[in-house]
């Protein structure tokens, strides 16, 4: 992953410790190393991404990549995701949206809003562990901008 | 106060027979009284001709004597022209009232009394005349004097003014008679009249109440119908709801049942990977004789958790399967369906062509109905359920007999249609009729491999094109599955929105 002027930070909003832990362990499996800041519910991650003030001032000059759980116990994943398309601060970032809903609707939707990536995670263990660590391969060459 | 059809025809009969009595009774009163009213002028006639003749008669009589009376006076021929013209006439004359006389009860006696009267009378007329001609004037005079011809003439007078009364008084009788004729037969056209009239009124009222009770009886079915099929309409509407509920729900649970078993199997695998290093280690160490805890530590590394971790994994593969299996189902019904105009009988030949593969090896056949209409619905989902109906039948036939497949329809109420898949297979016990319908539940020898999802995923396939399923068997006998379609989907799925 390009880390040139700030390396990259992979927030991870995932309400499920369990699959938080198995993503991260198989993104280091992956050999990606960057900074990985896990959030379990959307009010904290999106304290994080547009800071206390709401603005998203604080995300201007970061290099973001988003991964994200649909279903979150305080709010929809869809409205993270529509809310982080619409600050031009973080407009930019790539989402990766990494959920167990393989809803045809539901993935378009997604799709329509900006996400860049969709991933149903796949039930059985193999496939979970190889889809994270190709993720992660794929994280490792892929061009993050900075947000703003 | 309902009529009935039999009630009905027995009034009408009735009053019809009411109004034929009452015609033919105006009839025959008609013709009778126009006998009687012939008999009555005819009658009339034969007084006036009586009274007329007799009245003759008696002016020739008259003129007679006035004859003889003028020549006994003046002794000359001149004046006895009236005489001699009345003789002349008067047998005609006597003759005519002697022949009406006869058809009168009693008239012999009169008749023969005035010719015994009027011989007498014309007796004295030709003596006085006769004598008066030989000179004897007299003699004439005297026998004229002598009161014979006098007194019977005042006879004849009497008897011709009583048959002349007689004439008169049956004249006035006849007219009398006449005239109540003619007010019998104004009564009875009058009445008869009425009769007919409230016959046809009768009549006309009890065809109207019974047409009228028709009609109502007619808009009580025709509400009835309605409702039947509003009631169709709505139970319709209802299963497809509580199916979409159904579905809704299964997939909200098994998208949250899968979030932990994701971590269940993972870090079962994780574990897994854990106790391969320490297996490792613990098969390359020795362990000393008397040490306890170093021989558990290796059994457990060895053994146990190995064994622990395989129950784990084997339990949570089978739970990944049902949850997939009801994923499937509830995937379904999320599944867009589009109606389209299909055959029914081609598109089950087709299903059949599928699967003769099979069939043939079981020495089997299958018949398909070829009067089968043409519906509007969802193809894949047909394909679907009939596909899984037949591959059931397959999978479940009685290896004693060879298969025989049958594949009908029949129309039902509410624009529906329902199609029969008939085998002779093993059959369901009565028992298991709705439960073969159930997620994961099979029925009967556990002979075939199978998860117990074919039978639920059909009806859920059915139910989403407004349908339902039901099964009919007897174990041993074989099965019929019931497939019940609207024949126009959009229709159903109209009243879902």
């Known amino acids: 992953m390009s880390s040139e002027a700030k390396p990259v930070t992979i927030v991870m909003i995932e309400d499920d410790e369990g699959h938080a832990r198995l993503i991260e362990k198989n993104i280091r499996r992956a050999g990606v190393s960057n900074e990985i800041i896990p959030f379990t519910d959307g009010t904290s991650a999106l304290a994080h991404l547009f800071g206390s003030d709401g603005s998203g001032d604080v995300s201007a000059s970061r290099h973001l990549l988003i991964l994200l759980d649909l279903n979150l116990p305080d709010m929809s994943g869809v409205s993270i995701l529509e809310k982080v398309k619409a600050n031009p601060n973080t407009k930019r970032a790539p989402v990766v949206v990494l959920t167990t809903t393989d809803d045809e609707r539901e993935i378009q939707r997604c799709y ?4 860049n990536v969709y991933i149903t995670k796949p039930v059985n263990y193999e496939g979970f ?3 994270i660590r190709q993720l992660g391969l794929f994280f490792s060459v892929m061009q993050i901008p900075e947000s703003a | 106060m309902p009529i009935s059809s039999s009630t009905l025809v027995r009034t009408t009969a009735a009053l019809m027979l009411a109004g034929l009595a009452a015609l033919l009774v105006i009839v025959g009163m008609s013709l009778w009284l126009g006998n009687r009213s012939q008999d009555h002028f005819n009658e009339v006639l034969a007084a006036r001709d009586l009274r007329a003749a007799t009245l003759d008669f008696r002016t020739a009589l008259q003129d007679a004597e006035t004859g003889q009376r003028g020549f006994l006076l003046t002794q000359d021929e001149v004046y006895l022209a009236p005489y001699n013209q009345a003789r002349q006439e008067l047998e005609s004359h006597r003759q005519r009232l002697t022949n009406l006389l006869q058809s009168r009860p009693g008239g ?15 007796n004295e007329l030709e003596e006085t005349i006769r004598l008066a001609r030989a000179g004897n004037r007299e003699a004439a005079l005297e026998l004229v004097q002598a009161d014979t011809g006098q007194i019977a003439m005042s006879d004849l007078r009497e008897l011709l003014t009583g048959v002349v009364q007689d004439a008169d008084q049956r004249l006035a009788e006849s007219v009398a008679q006449q005239r109540g004729s003619a007010s019998a037969l104004y009564w009875t056209s009058l009445i008869g009249a009425l009769v007919i009239i409230a016959v046809v009124g009768g009549s006309a009222w009890v065809v109207i109440l019974y047409t009228r009770e028709i009609a109502e009886a007619r808009r009580l079915l025709s509400t009835t119908n309605i409702t039947l099929e509003e009631r169709v309409a709505e139970r319709t509407a209802e299963l497809a709801r509580a199916n979409e509920e159904v579905q809704r729900f299964a997939y909200i649970v098994t998208h949250d049942l899968r979030a932990p078993l994701v971590n269940i199997m993972g870090f079962t695998s994780e574990l897994e990977a854990s106790i391969k290093p320490i297996r490792d280690y613990m098969e390359r160490s020795d362990v000393a004789g008397d040490d306890q805890l170093a021989s558990d530590a290796r059994l457990a590394a060895t053994e146990d958790l190995p064994e622990a971790v395989g129950f784990i994994r084997s339990s949570t593969r089978k739970m990944d399967g049902l949850i997939n299996a009801i994923l499937k189902i509830s995937r379904d019904g999320r599944r867009p369906i589009r109606a389209e105009s299909i055959d029914l009988t081609n598109m089950l030949q087709a299903s059949a062509n599928a699967i003769q593969h099979q069939v043939g090896e079981l020495d089997g056949v299958i018949d398909v109905a070829d009067d089968l209409p ?5 193809r894949m989902s047909l394909d679907q359920i009939f596909g899984n109906l037949l591959d059931n ?8 007999r060879p298969l025989r497949i049958k594949i009908s329809g029949e129309k039902l109420i509410g624009n529906r249609i329902a199609i029969d898949v008939a085998d002779n297979g093993r059959g369901i016990a009565a028992d298991d009729h709705e439960r073969v319908f159930e997620l994961f539940r099979r029925s009967g020898e556990q002979s075939k491999p199978g998860e117990g999802i074919g039978l639920a995923h059909v009806r859920t396939l059915v139910r989403n094109l407004g349908g339902d399923i039901t099964v009919t068997s007897e174990l041993g006998k074989g099965s019929t599955f019931r497939v019940v379609l609207a024949r126009d989907m959009r229709r159903f799925i109209g009243s879902m929105q």
């Open chain 1, 129 to 131: 562990a190889n889809a």
């Open chain 1, 112 to 115: 329509d809003l900006g996400a």
């Open chain 2, 108 to 122: 012999d006696a009169i008749s023969a009394a005035i010719n015994d009267a009027a011989a007498v009378k014309l």
């Open chain 2, 374 to 378: 043409t519906i509007l619905s969802d």
């Open chain 2, 393 to 400: 039948a397959v999978k479940y036939a009685d290896a004693s």
